[in-house]
């Protein structure tokens, strides 16, 4: 059964990978962004 759909279950696989690529990249920036944050209040307060 899964021979009868090779060209499909690739298509989707593919946009899968996609889709998984943008939402990892999303969490990345997010992580990096929190953690540049942290790292500006923590400069900040050692500044301060």
């Known amino acids: 059964m899964s021979h009868d759909s090779s060209p499909s279950t690739k298509r989707c696989t593919m ?6 690529g943008a939402l990892l990249g ?6 990096v962004d929190m953690l540049s944050r942290r790292v500006r209040a ?4 050692t500044s301060a």
């Open 15 to 20: 946009f899968d990978f996609l889709l998984a």
């Open 26 to 31: 999303f969490a990345v920036h997010g992580i």
């Open 42 to 45: 923590l400069f900040s307060l």
